[in-house]
């Protein structure tokens, strides 16, 4: 019922509409409907105490629909993975579908492309079409060390990239802000600046992971008015973080602990999880924030 209703709510906002005015389209399709019944009979079948998830890979180019030709990823889907890493491109084909993202939003506890465990078994679905990359979906079962790591910092080399813009309209800010973190930059923030003659101007910079060089620089090329880019390789240091779902008393949450010499240190509700109930439920977020901090302190 929840991948269901994250893609009705998904849906519902896109058109303009509610949740009880919403047509599925290709979502009510039978396969659809086996692929969410059959995920749940999966999960409920393996009895697993948490899933975790890499990086979701969304494609590219345009794909038809009930509405016409769409660009990749369609608009639900991106609306249901809202604060869940992605990244597009690999392939000029959609590779993650409104159902596919919900049942990994509805479901996964952990995002991370860098997770351990001990694989006891693996199971593979192979689809149809015929891309330049394998078509297939990779399933692990396997234990996995639920201990923080001891070290006090986890430190690496991330990549900052600026530009300095006095001629672009501000409106377009949130456009590019929206596309450099739909594509994997861990940070964009933007600094007033004043430059030559006292001009007005605004500093955009970009954190991300070095191997987002040219997929951030293209990004801001084709978005922005700037002719320059800036960048600089510098050394991240952060937390343990774990991100896992609490159940609290306005529902069920995602919350991110970070931990420093493997002692919990920081706990915090996802902003997009208490806004949404927020919404749900006729309450400030101020109230929602509170509640939840309660529940889960």
Do not use: W
Request: charged letters at 25%.
């Amino acid at each position: 019922m929840k991948m269901f209703r994250l893609i009705a709510e998904a849906e519902a906002k896109v058109h303009g509409t509610t949740v009880e005015k919403i047509h599925f389209h290709e979502v009510g399709a039978v396969d659809s409907i086996v692929d969410i019944v059959g995920a749940a009979i999966c999960l409920d079948y393996l009895n697993v105490n948490k899933v975790m998830a890499s990086t979701v890979e969304l494609g590219g180019g345009f794909v038809k629909c009930a509405h016409g030709t769409m660009p990749v990823p369609a608009p639900a889907t991106l609306e249901i993975l809202r604060g869940i890493p992605v990244r597009t491109g690999t392939v000029d084909k959609e590779t993650t579908t409104p159902t596919g993202a919900a049942i990994l939003a509805a479901n996964v506890d952990a995002f991370d492309d860098q997770n351990t465990m001990t694989v006891q078994k693996t199971g593979y679905g192979i689809g149809h079409r015929h891309l330049e990359i394998p078509n297939i979906l990779r399933v692990y079962l396997g234990t996995a060390d639920e201990s923080p790591n001891p070290e006090a910092l986890q430190t690496h080399q991330a990549l900052e990239m600026s530009c300095n813009i006095d001629d672009m309209n501000p409106e377009y800010y949130e456009d590019i802000m929206e596309r450099l973190l739909e594509a994997g930059a861990d940070e964009v923030y933007i600094t007033p600046v004043v430059m030559k003659k006292t001009r007005p101007a605004s500093l955009l910079t970009i954190l991300c992971s070095t191997d987002r060089d040219q997929q951030m620089a293209r990004l801001i090329f084709q978005h922005t008015s700037t002719l320059g880019l800036r960048r600089k390789k510098v050394e991240k240091s952060e937390l343990n973080r774990k991100m896992e779902k609490k159940n609290t008393r306005l529902g069920e949450v995602r919350v991110k602990t970070g931990y420093l010499d493997g002692k919990p240190l920081k706990t915090k509700p996802e902003y997009e999880d208490c806004k949404r109930i927020a919404r749900e439920k006729g309450l400030s977020l101020q109230e929602v924030m509170r509640a939840i901090t309660d529940d889960i302190s």
